[in-house]
Structure formats: structure tokens, C-alpha cells
């Protein structure tokens, strides 16, 4: 890329497989030979990345770019017209040949990552493996289901009922009652984004767990005060109350679940991969066979993503002194070779080229001799892993290998259920943007609070109609006017 090396510095989102220094990961060092180009990496783990990112952009203190950091669109507007992000309309057409010829071809993508002001101020994470797109899977420990002859569940009922049956009769045959028979390692978020289809939300995915089409109206709904969304929560608290859902669901973290799932205490696991329970016991699941029927007949699975997963990973800043070589290092990573090189690793130690072209993990990979599960023997190598990556998750180079087939099936059960109509990341109109985005920090961390409440029954339901006249004094309305001002604008 330069004649002669330079030095950017980068501040990153690292994966939580990611143990060591981000730096050391082996494709970076490959990636500098080729390029002439040295990274000087600060990196947090994607955990924590938020409070780190607004560190920097609230002190100024700002590196050259912005590595895997996911951003929304009113943060983008917000930092790029203060001048801290630079516009890439330019650079794109001129250094990323790659990226120019996704968008030529994606009129979507390019209306989902243009700012109000016609502004490009990050690149997007992309992701086209259909079994990725459903964030979260519903996985049943099968060796279980057999130990007590259960049938998969088809409805909301049958779930509670496989439950109970779990909490009740020891399928891990030893002799305590320690079960746990829901949790995940992604937190009660993923329950909730799961389940929720089986009351009729989430027709329009994932991307708007707030906000979606009430197909009975035609009409915005606000899924947080929907008395549906009420049945929903009363549906947890009652599994939360039977000790049937994870009594550390709010704080649970993916280690969390591995060190349960070692233990053969988890009777459905709720996430990304079968493979978060840890190597012990990831082949003892099976992905639930179809969505679950609700009580009033919905049989919706509202857990899925358009291909536009996350608007902003990549942001070049007003610091940065190589802005032309910096597009064209990133770039390289929304071709082909690039995906590779990003998803797959190192040529001969992580995977090989079959002559029919080919590729597929090594040994050191899918069947590591330190025991290591294929998530964390990557971790030495690539920095997919956690999501938020500038660059294409499709099925050639990710899909088909990173995804197992007991993950890749649980998806592809689902597929059918999931909504016809997806909607991307919203970017909102000017000067709403940054009334937006304070609504919304009110309103979400009202909502997780009072979710939380209300599972663990510290807060009855009798409260129900105080907490959305709460809602209601924060901004409810003037928050789905502009949600339907920007709808209104993307459809048309």
C-alpha cells in the first residue's frame, strides 16, 4: 500500500476470544508485511468498548482510526459534523474498490450507511451467511430430552412444560437438584429477542427491539408498553419464580455459561452458537426444530438481521495524516482475499486449499490438541470473533466453516419463521438525530431496569400501567414520531 512504512494508531473492540495482547494476533503481522503499513493497537474487550470510545471522543483524545467499535448513526452524525470523523464519500470512490463495488451493487447498504447529510462516516460489518443473520439460537440439551423421553416443544406451554421436566427429574443424573434448565450467555436480552415472536413482536427484526409494524393495524407499535410484551414478561417471571430461568441471568457472560456448561447444568442454552456451552457437552444440543407457537397463535421468529448488521465498525478521524492508505488497508478486507485472510487466518497453519479450491480449517482448529474449542484456537490468529468486523461475513469464508452444523441448523430451522420484511439500522434526520439518541438512552435504560424488575418480581405487575405512564412522561410519543418520520423516509 506505501513505498514507505508508516505507523497508524488504531483504537479496537477486541472479541472475547481474544486472551492476549491484540497486537500479537497472528493475521496482523502477515497483514504488515504486506502492506508496509504498522498498527499501534489500544484495545478493550467489546464489553467494555463503549465507555472507552466515549472517553476518546469526549476528551479528544483521538487515534488515528477506529478498529471494530460499533457506532450508531446519531453517533456518527453527532462526531462526524463535529468535525472528529472525516468523510469517506471521497475516499471510497477513490481508494476502495472493494467496498465501491458493494455498494454499487447494495442500494440498501448505501442508504443504510449515508448520514442525513449525505455523509459517509464509517464503514458497516456486513453479513450475508443466512445462519449469522439469527443472532440468537434456541438450542435443547437433546442428551436430556432422551433421558426423560421428551418430545421437542411446539408451543410457548410444551417450553414451560420441557422445563419443568429438566428442573424436576435429574437428567444429569447427579443426585441434585442444581439444573438449569434456560439461561444464556448473552444475557436476558437474547431471551427476550427469542421469545418474543411467539407473541406476534418483532415483525420487522432484530435491528428495532423497540419498534415495529403491528400487522393486525399497519400501524407503529411501541413493543415495550404492548400488552403483549406484558404476557411476555409475566411468561419470564413465572419461569424466573419456578427457578425454571437462570437466577444470574442478568449478570451471566459467556464464560459464565461455558463454566455451567461444563458442569452439564444447562438444560437450553439461548445464543450465537451451540458451542458457548463450552467443549464438554456443545454436541449434547440440538437447535429447537421449528419457532414456538405463542398463546394467541403467532408462530413468529423475530431474532433475525438484515445483512446490514452494524452501520459503523470502521471510522477514519481528523487526526489521522494517511487517510487515502488507511481506506485502502481496510478495504482489502471487504474483498475476497481479504475475507479470507480476515475469517479464515494463516494459509497452512489455520486452514488449507483443497485443489478444487476449497478451504477448510486445519486440525489445529476444528480438533485442537490443547483442547481448545475452535472459537478460542482462533483467537490466537483472527479478531472475528464478537462481531462487529469492517468487513463480509458471508458463507464462503465464515458461514461455512466458523458456523458448525448443530449451529448452522438451528438457524436454518428458524429461517421460515423469521419476519419477510427486515428493517436495517435507522439513521435519523438531522437535527432529531441528537433528540433521538438522548430519548432512546432514557427510555433503554429505563425499559432494562423495569425488565429486570419485573422477571425477578421485585416489581409487580399491578405497576404495569405506572411504568408506561412513565414511559409515556419520558418522550414515548415524540420518540415514535420520529421513528415514523424515518420510516416514512426509508420506505419511500
Not at 414511559?471 to 418520520?485: A, S, V
Amino acid at each position: 500500500i506505501v513505498n514507505k512504512p508508516i505507523t497508524l494508531k488504531m483504537f479496537a473492540g477486541a472479541g472475547p476470544y481474544n486472551k492476549g495482547e491484540f497486537k500479537d494476533v497472528e493475521i496482523w503481522k502477515v497483514y504488515e508485511q504486506m502492506t508496509g503499513i504498522h498498527v499501534e493497537w489500544e484495545a478493550v474487550q467489546l464489553a467494555n468498548v463503549n465507555e472507552k470510545k466515549n472517553l476518546l471522543l469526549n476528551t479528544g483524545s483521538l487515534p488515528d482510526a477506529m478498529f471494530k467499535v460499533p457506532m450508531t448513526g446519531s453517533e456518527l452524525i453527532k462526531y462526524g459534523q463535529q468535525g472528529m470523523f472525516i468523510p469517506l464519500n471521497d475516499l471510497i470512490d477513490n481508494y476502495a474498490p472493494n467496498f465501491k463495488q458493494i455498494l454499487d451493487s447494495n442500494p440498501d447498504v448505501k442508504k443504510g450507511i449515508t448520514m442525513p447529510d449525505g455523509k459517509i462516516y464509517s464503514l458497516p460489518y456486513l453479513v450475508t451467511a443466512t445462519p449469522s443473520r439469527v443472532p440468537y439460537k434456541i438450542f435443547l440439551n437433546q442428551k436430556w430430552m432422551d433421558q426423560l423421553q421428551l418430545k421437542a416443544p411446539t408451543t410457548v406451554d410444551e417450553f414451560y412444560q420441557v422445563l419443568k421436566a429438566f428442573k424436576e427429574n435429574d437428567p444429569n443424573k447427579n443426585g441434585k437438584n442444581d439444573e438449569i434448565p434456560l439461561t444464556s450467555g448473552q444475557g436476558i436480552a437474547a431471551i427476550v429477542d427469542s421469545l418474543k415472536g411467539a407473541w406476534g413482536l418483532g415483525t420487522r427484526g432484530s435491528h428495532h427491539p423497540n419498534v415495529d409494524i403491528d400487522e393486525t393495524t399497519g400501524k407503529l407499535r411501541f413493543i415495550p408498553t404492548d400488552n403483549r410484551f406484558k404476557e411476555l414478561l409475566q411468561f419470564l417471571n413465572k419461569l424466573y419464580t419456578e427457578k425454571l430461568l437462570d437466577q444470574e441471568i442478568f449478570t451471566m457472560t459467556l464464560p459464565s455459561l461455558a463454566a455451567k456448561g461444563a458442569q452439564d447444568l444447562v438444560g437450553v442454552s439461548i445464543a450465537t452458537n451451540n458451542t458457548y456451552v463450552g467443549k464438554e457437552h456443545e454436541n449434547d444440543y440440538v437447535g429447537l426444530p421449528a419457532a414456538l407457537k405463542g398463546p394467541h397463535g403467532d408462530q413468529l421468529y423475530a431474532s433475525m438481521n438484515s445483512s446490514l448488521a452494524t452501520v459503523g465498525t470502521f471510522a477514519i478521524t481528523k487526526e489521522n495524516k494517511y487517510p487515502e492508505a488507511t481506506m485502502r488497508w481496510i478495504d482489502y478486507f471487504y474483498g475476497e482475499e481479504g475475507q479470507k485472510l480476515y475469517f479464515m487466518g494463516i494459509e497452512g497453519k489455520t486452514y488449507t486449499t483443497g485443489s478444487d479450491g476449497k478451504v477448510k480449517y486445519t486440525d489445529l482448529i476444528t480438533n485442537n490438541p490443547d483442547g481448545l474449542t475452535k472459537e478460542e484456537a482462533l483467537g490466537k490468529y483472527v479478531v472475528w470473533s464478537g462481531g462487529q468486523n469492517p468487513s463480509v461475513a458471508g458463507d464462503k469464508y465464515f458461514g461455512d466453516h466458523a458456523v458448525g452444523e448443530i449451529t448452522k441448523n438451528a438457524a436454518m430451522n428458524f429461517i421460515p419463521f423469521t419476519p419477510k420484511k427486515l428493517w436495517p439500522p435507522f439513521v435519523f434526520p438531522g437535527e432529531e438525530s441528537e433528540r433521538m439518541r438522548v430519548l432512546e438512552n432514557d427510555i433503554n435504560t429505563y425499559i432494562k431496569d423495569m425488565q429486570a424488575q419485573f422477571i425477578t418480581g421485585k416489581v409487580g405487575f399491578d405497576k404495569w400501567d405506572e411504568y408506561v405512564a412513565t414511559l409515556n412522561k419520558m418522550g414515548k410519543d415524540e420518540y415514535l414520531r420520529i421513528y415514523e418520520k424515518t420510516y416514512r423516509a426509508y420506505e419511500n
